[in-house]
């Protein structure tokens, strides 16, 4: 069974190594490693949501809502990462779940997350949890990326 819930304090440090060793088979740009990171440190704010499975930290989410966002009434998922161990057994999509009820509760008409171009398992991933692709964005660490998103009413 998984559990999804707001990180503890002490497990901040698992969740920043967890997401580097999620994100580093794929990002190989030579500051990647302090920006996931940072990013799943919470250093740009947001929240910090995490997937247990058998007391094991095995996913993680950075949901950042409307005004951190800077998205009016648009939240976002900063980061989203399930070890690869645990992919396909409903991590991530308790993740997203769990995202949809915080944008939800802080008054979001969307959730968007931005991917980089040429994951494909990550495009069939956020298809099936009903999030469509909405153009492309800025560069991921200097990759051509894609910004998907979804309503949340």
């Keep these: 069974m998984i ?4 990180a503890l304090l002490e497990e901040y440090e698992a969740a920043a190594a967890l997401s580097w060793r999620i994100f580093a088979p ?3 740009a030579p500051d990647a490693r302090e920006v996931v990171r940072g990013v799943a440190s919470l250093r740009e704010g947001g929240e910090l949501v995490v997937a247990i499975a058998d007391a094991i930290l095995v996913g993680l989410a950075v949901y950042q809502p409307p005004e951190q966002a800077a998205g009016h009434d ?8 399930v070890d690869a161990g645990h992919r396909r057994r409903g991590a ?11 944008a939800r509760s802080d008054g979001s008409t969307t959730l968007a997350i931005t991917v980089p171009d040429g994951l494909a398992a990550a495009a069939a ?4 949890v009903g999030l469509q692709p909405a153009g492309a964005s800025l560069p991921v660490f ?3 990326a894609r910004t998907w998103q979804r309503s949340v009413r």
């Design 3 to 6: 559990a999804v819930r707001h």
């Design 26 to 28: 794929v990002i190989a």
């Design 74 to 81: 648009r939240a976002v998922i900063r980061l989203l990462g």
């Design 92 to 102: 991530g999509r308790h993740l997203v779940d769990a995202c949809v009820t915080l």
């Design 125 to 128: 991933f956020l298809a099936d």
């Design 142 to 144: 200097g990759t051509p």
